[in-house]
């Protein structure tokens, strides 16, 4: 299984990329666990909180750039259908971050309600030198967040950055010491579950009233876009080189 689903305590829901032979690239197997795990999640009424993390000292090395050779496409992707079940979990969602967090690794934590990183994560938003445009709503969610420049730097010039730099842009809640990002995001989750669940969600629902429907016309808009250049010579050219690596 790509993805490990477990109740280490009551009342949180730990979600966990497990491909570590991949550095837990998300493949449309993984893709389909995660998309099933917070739908499971949102639905449990014994789950106060989830927290998603990844195995083996690191996050996610964002898509298997396998799968992005296949030029086939029909309906959302499996990418997309899983960030819709994300931001449409009821329950707040914690990410705890070590190792590499790339393309949605990152973009992702865009629809977390917490997120932490250790000290030695590392970032990096890589569309524009694969031939590729911003996913998962990151053109309207970073700028918000981010600032406009910030976010122009972060997605045009898809340079890696730290930790630091992810919480100083408003990617992640904070910065920890290395090797604490689970253990801070669980602390998180347990405060979370002890709380009003109505309270909480009601909270949750009020935080993201103000742009839910800006941010699902730009995922839309900005799916298209990104399948368009992925089917593209370009994107193409440069997943090759990767494999080839």
């Known amino acids: 299984m790509s993805v ?23 493949d449309r197997t993984t893709y389909a666990g995660l998309t ?7 639905a449990d009424a014994a ?14 090395a964002g898509n298997d750039l396998k799968d992005f050779q296949d030029v086939e496409t029909g309906g959302d992707s499996p ?5 819709k079940a994300l931001r449409a979990c009821p329950k707040p969602v914690v990410a705890a971050v070590e ?3 790339v393309g949605i690794g990152t973009t992702l934590l865009l629809h977390c309600d917490l997120a932490y990183a250790g000290d030695g994560a590392r970032f990096r938003l890589p569309f524009t030198a694969l031939g590729l445009s911003p996913e998962g709503g990151s053109s309207y969610l970073l700028p ?17 950055f730290t930790a630091a730099d992810a919480a100083s842009a408003g990617l992640v809640s904070a910065a ?6 689970l253990e801070t995001a669980l602390a998180k989750a347990r405060a979370l579950a002890a709380l009003p669940r109505a309270s909480v969600a ?15 016309r730009a995922m839309a808009e900005e799916a298209e876009v990104f399948h368009a250049l992925r089917r593209g010579p370009e994107a193409q050219a440069a997943f090759a080189a990767f494999l080839r690596r």
Not at 4 to 25: Q, S
Not at 79 to 83: A, H, K, P, S
Not at 145 to 151: D, L, T
Not at 202 to 216: E, H, I, N, P, Q
């Open 4 to 26: 490990r689903v477990a109740d280490p305590e009551p009342g949180i829901r730990l979600v966990t990329i497990d491909r570590p032979e991949r550095r837990n690239a998300l």
């Open 36 to 42: 099933a795990a917070f739908e499971a999640a949102g």
């Open 47 to 60: 789950v106060g909180a989830v927290v998603l993390t990844g195995a083996g000292g690191c996050f996610t």
């Open 79 to 83: 990418g997309l259908t899983f960030l």
């Open 99 to 101: 190792g590499h967090a």
């Open 144 to 160: 918000l967040v981010a600032g406009a420049k910030r976010a122009a730097e972060l997605l045009m010039l898809g340079e890696p």
């Open 176 to 181: 920890v010491p290395a090797g604490a990002a």
């Open 202 to 216: 009601a909270t949750k629902r009020a935080l993201r009233r103000g742009y839910d429907d800006s941010v699902a």
